[in-house]
């Protein structure tokens, strides 16, 4: 749409526009006027373009070093250690009292949920649940006084993450939204959040929201986190860690040509199993859904640990394993993991920190990625995953942006 305008105005349920060349007026069912402002959508035409890449997923993954940089930009305080975030000040004083928090989305912004809440654990005193908006309803949640549930979606219209706001609102949470698009449901519904500012995503397959909604996240924790036990130095320490984030991206991005040779390798293998630990556990989801949902290759994402009790025995030399081995505290378990995918000949494709020589023995294939904070290093190993899917589906010829079977936005629960 911002090809022809850049000028909105939004409508609630039930009501009526009437658009004339000459203006337009709203009123409700029953006919009685509304008066509604009109509102200027901050993305621009280059946003929605190609840019000179064949899909707009690749472009979207590259972007990623920008979308991180607009997440954080003018929300960090290098001297005071601690972000900004003006779009919760509304509901802070309650914020920053809140000791139970639930964190609700679908799809792709479930599992950046899935990360937040290990990055809440680490840096804040706040019990954190997360939930599938869709599963929401059926729990019997309980909302101690003060809670906060804060829904994660791209496009602000997912109908299962509408609808458990809506419940969280009945039960008497406070609400806030972590969204892209400006103005959408989601946005309007919660009381207060703090916007991606990811600019227009148009691939089927969310990418660089994803790395937004961590960095989002982190931000969110850091802020809650200086109020509670975190110092000044650990907080400058993690300000200074976002902010190498989006040159550590470009140098994984600098990798593709490497990345699509190892798509290359193994996109004729109908199974893979992307195994991760603690931050990089949802890291192994994501990995997987993004692989299944534009080359319909079918994947399995697994907590390593788990790999014992079932999927080991699906190891075979026809199945590779995304290994996610950074050398974090889960390192050792991790490599054992990999021996064990090793001597059942089953081919592992690892993502492991620059000049990792172990890893480097061990395994088939590695791609590697920059170090940082433990609880930041989902942010870079996802974007091999991104691209992997991205390989594998070009070289099977699949529809990359329009994947079958999926819609950009569910509006249906
Ligand atoms: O717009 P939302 O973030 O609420 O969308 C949630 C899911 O539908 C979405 O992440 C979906 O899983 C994507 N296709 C994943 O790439």
Redesign the pocket.
């Known amino acids: 749409m911002v090809r022809y305008t850049n000028k909105v105005v939004h409508l609630q349920d039930n009501e009526l526009a009437i658009l004339t060349r000459d203006g337009f007026s709203i009123s409700t069912a029953q006919a009685k006027p509304i008066q509604r402002s009109m509102e200027i959508v901050e993305w621009r035409v280059e946003d929605a373009d190609l840019d000179g890449f064949p899909h707009y997923m690749l472009k979207e993954i590259f972007e990623q070093p920008e979308t991180i940089r607009n997440a954080i930009r003018g929300r960090l305080l290098m001297g005071e250690g601690v972000p900004k975030l003006g779009g919760i000040m509304p509901v802070w004083d309650r914020l920053k009292e809140c000791h139970h928090m639930v964190l609700v989305?679908?799809?792709?912004?479930y599992y950046a949920a899935y990360v937040g809440r290990y990055v809440f654990e680490k840096l804040t005193e706040i019990d954190v649940e997360v939930e599938l908006a869709s599963e929401f309803r059926y729990r019997k949640l309980n909302f101690p006084p003060n809670t906060f549930v804060i829904a994660?979606?791209?496009?602000?219209?997912?109908a299962d993450?509408l609808a458990a706001i809506r419940e969280a609102k009945r039960k008497g949470a406070s609400l806030l939204g972590i969204v892209n698009v400006v103005g959408s449901s989601i946005s309007r519904e919660t009381e207060a959040g703090v916007y991606n500012h990811a600019g227009p995503e148009i691939g089927?397959?969310?990418t660089k929201?994803f790395t937004s909604q961590l960095t989002i996240l982190t931000l969110l924790a850091l802020l809650l986190g200086r109020h509670q036990k975190l110092s000044l130095t650990e907080g400058m320490e993690v300000i200074k860690a976002l902010q190498a984030l989006p040159e550590q991206v470009q140098s994984i991005l600098a990798q593709a040509h490497h990345i699509e040779a190892v798509a290359e390798k193994y996109y004729k293998c109908n199974n893979w199993l992307f195994l991760g630990r603690k931050y990089n556990f949802p890291i192994a989801l994501e990995g997987a859904?993004?692989l299944k949902?534009i080359s319909y290759i079918h994947a399995e994402g697994y907590a390593a640990g788990e790999m014992k009790h079932g999927p080991i025995a699906l190891i075979n030399p026809g199945m590779p394993t995304v290994a996610i081995v950074p050398r974090d505290e889960m390192y050792e378990k991790m490599i054992s993991n990999i021996q064990e995918i090793k001597s059942r000949r089953g081919p592992v494709i690892a993502i492991a920190n620059e000049g990792d020589d172990k890893v480097r023995e061990l395994v088939d294939d590695v791609i590697e990625i920059p170090s940082t904070l433990d609880f930041l290093i989902p942010i870079l190993a996802v974007v091999p995953c991104q691209l992997l899917a991205y390989y594998c589906a070009t070289l099977l010829n699949r529809d990359i942006d329009k994947p079958r079977n999926?819609a950009k936005?569910?509006t249906v629960e």
């Open positions: 989305a679908c799809g792709t912004s994660l979606s791209q496009s602000g219209e997912t993450t089927v397959a969310s929201t859904l993004k949902e999926l936005s569910v």
